[in-house]
């Protein structure tokens, strides 16, 4: 008889770690350190919120509780299946932050989006995070807007976020849900895209 293998929560955190879901490195132009999240990586089928909120007090607070700092969260190929923690942990999470780490998060920049994103924090974001830190998100459609708020050279973006950046390109819609994300082959760029045509791998 087959038995399933269960993660037990030592090794949930030990994967968090591993696969670089939260890391603190780099500054934004005031100066501040940026905790850097990329939610493709979240393994929401097996992370357990024990597991991560133990992660985040373990490793991350004591890391940002005493100067203010920015978040940098990449939206990127986050699907609701497979990298989505869902409501009920986010908020969890939320109430666990210390006070002070809550009061020096002065910035949230959120790259890449899109319409389901932006309707979920609409309808959502006020029930879930006071008003503070609701106030404080920045959408970010594409990378080049990043670099307004943040040094570039000093934070690593993986070579997926760049490529759904050019991709957005080509199909503009992609922003407003209007067109799937499916890959296929494109011709030239659309005229009505917001951006100039460009590979941030250049720059």
Known sequence: MCS???ISEAEQVQLVEKLEIFKIHGRDKNGRKILRIIGKFFPARIL???ALKSYLEEKIFPRLGKKPFSVLYVHTGVQRSENFPGIS???SIYDVMPTNVKENLQSVYFVHPGLHARL???TFGRFLFDSGLYGKVRYLSRIGY???HIRRNEVEIPE???DHDEDL??????DYGLESDHPRVYGAPSVDSSVTMYST???
Not at 169 to 174: H, K, L, T
């Open 4 to 6: 399933t293998h269960i």
């Open 48 to 50: 357990g919120v024990d």
């Open 89 to 91: 942990a986010l908020r």
């Open 120 to 122: 979920f924090l609409a």
């Open 146 to 148: 990043l670099w307004d």
């Open 160 to 162: 997926f976020v760049y």
């Open 169 to 174: 390109e080509y199909r503009p819609m992609m």
């Open 201 to 203: 791998r250049c720059i």
